[in-house]
């Protein structure tokens, strides 16, 4: 059973909006500061938005203003709203839950061996 699992991806137009959601199992606690990041064809893994423990939040600089995490305790889900969405958003979205009490601003830059789960990621393919 996958710990993480991303819904809500899909494809729209430039300017559009998507949210993507991700459900976590009880293997992963409030105590997990948790973050999305993506992986466009040809490019690197980029660390998107991040939520730590105390609640702080970081973003990308490419993202800012356009997209917000947010995540509903009790039921243990990781949101990602995106909107004025742009071609350069194309990619395949994950999310990620960290292993130690990181701040939202590390997060962002941390790669899969700081992560204790990741999900099999959801496509969001942004058109001109």
């Known amino acids: 059973q996958p710990h993480l699992v991303e819904t809500g991806g899909g494809s729209v137009e430039t300017g559009g909006s998507l949210k993507l959601s991700c459900a976590a199992t009880?293997?992963?606690?409030?105590?997990?500061?948790m973050g999305w990041f993506r992986k466009a064809p040809g490019k690197d893994y980029e660390g998107v938005a991040a939520?730590?423990?105390?609640?702080?939040?970081a973003y990308a600089d490419a993202v800012k203003g356009r997209f917000e995490i947010s995540r509903d305790t009790d039921k243990n889900i990781l949101y990602l709203q995106m909107t004025d969405l742009k071609p350069e958003d194309t990619a395949t979205y994950y999310c990620?839950?960290?292993?130690?009490?990181?701040?939202?601003?590390?997060?962002?830059?941390?790669?899969?061996?700081?992560?204790?789960?990741w999900g099999n990621g959801a496509q969001v393919t942004i058109s001109a």
């Open positions: 990620a839950a960290y292993r130690a009490d990181f701040n939202a601003a590390d997060c962002l830059h941390l790669d899969h061996d700081y992560m204790d789960y």
């Open positions: 009880a293997f992963i606690t409030r105590r997990h500061p």
């Open positions: 939520l730590d423990s105390t609640g702080n939040r």
